[in-house]
Nanobody, 122 residues
Framework: QVQLVESGGGLVQAGGSLKLSCAASGNIFVIKAMGWYRQAPGKQRELVATFGFIGSSSTNYADSVKGRFTISRDNAKNTVYLQMNSLTPEDTAVYYC??????????????WGQGTLVTVSS
């Protein structure tokens, strides 16, 4: 079993910054990818930023956050971070951490965190 623990959400004024973190633990042999998605009220869940852990370790950002958000990782801690700058009310959403991992039985598992609320006031 794999668990994700998220932290860092909260209330911030427009133009401000927040940093989210997500730590993976459990039956992990190797992490394939970790990232962040978000779901605003009345909208579908969408990709925010992802980080590949295997191969080229590529990053992928939604166009709406490019230049404002930065995803980073700490391999030793199986943790990813999302630094969010220049926040706007349109960034208000529940942010979910997601990971794809291979466990020690070589099974590929996809796991979602419980979500952390980010509210940006105007």
């Amino acid at each position: 079993q794999v668990q994700l623990v998220e932290s860092g959400g909260g209330l911030v004024q427009a133009g401000g910054s927040l940093k989210l973190s997500c730590a993976a633990s459990g039956n992990i042999f190797v992490i394939k990818a970790m990232g962040w998605y978000r779901q605003a009220p009345g909208k579908q869940r969408e990709l925010v930023a992802t980080f590949g852990f295997i191969g080229s370790s590529s990053t992928n950002y939604a166009d709406s956050v490019k230049g404002r958000f930065t995803i980073s990782r700490d391999n030793a801690k199986n943790t990813v971070y999302l630094q969010m700058n220049s926040l706007t009310p349109e960034d208000t959403a529940v942010y979910y951490c997601n990971t794809a991992v291979f466990d020690w039985s070589n099974r590929l598992l996809e796991v979602w965190g419980q979500g952390t609320l980010v509210t940006v006031s105007s």
